[in-house]
């Protein structure tokens, strides 16, 4: 992997939980302002903030898909979650799963264990 490729997917890693947070923060508080009648309302505030969050990930996805040569079926599975609150969640996981193998792979390669 190099260096333009892993600094793709990290982008997308960091940006990943932090989106997911905002999304169940807003839909939280989105069900508890019409639920419950508190005049809490932060979705002006917070929405805004979701939508950046979404944008960047959206852009740092494409990145990623695009460096990474993902198969459709994955780089749309990693897309879904992004619109799933709490996704990113799991799409760090996987990434930061993805960049280990990636790691332990360039490794056996250099020390010449394995031709992959």
Known sequence: ????????????RLISV????SWIILATCTVIKYTVDSGFDVAPVLGPIHGVL???????WADAWNRTKWAKG????????SVIPGGGFIIERALRR??????????ARKEGIVNA
Not at 18 to 21: K, L, W, Y
Not at 54 to 60: H, Q
């Open 1 to 12: 992997m190099d260096l333009k490729t892993a600094s793709a997917i990290r982008r997308l």
């Open 98 to 107: 993805e960049a280990e193998d990636a790691v332990i792979a360039a490794r």
């Open 74 to 81: 994955k780089a749309a599975l990693y897309f879904a979650y």
């Open 18 to 21: 932090p989106e997911g947070v």
């Open 54 to 60: 979404f944008v960047l990930y959206v852009l740092f």
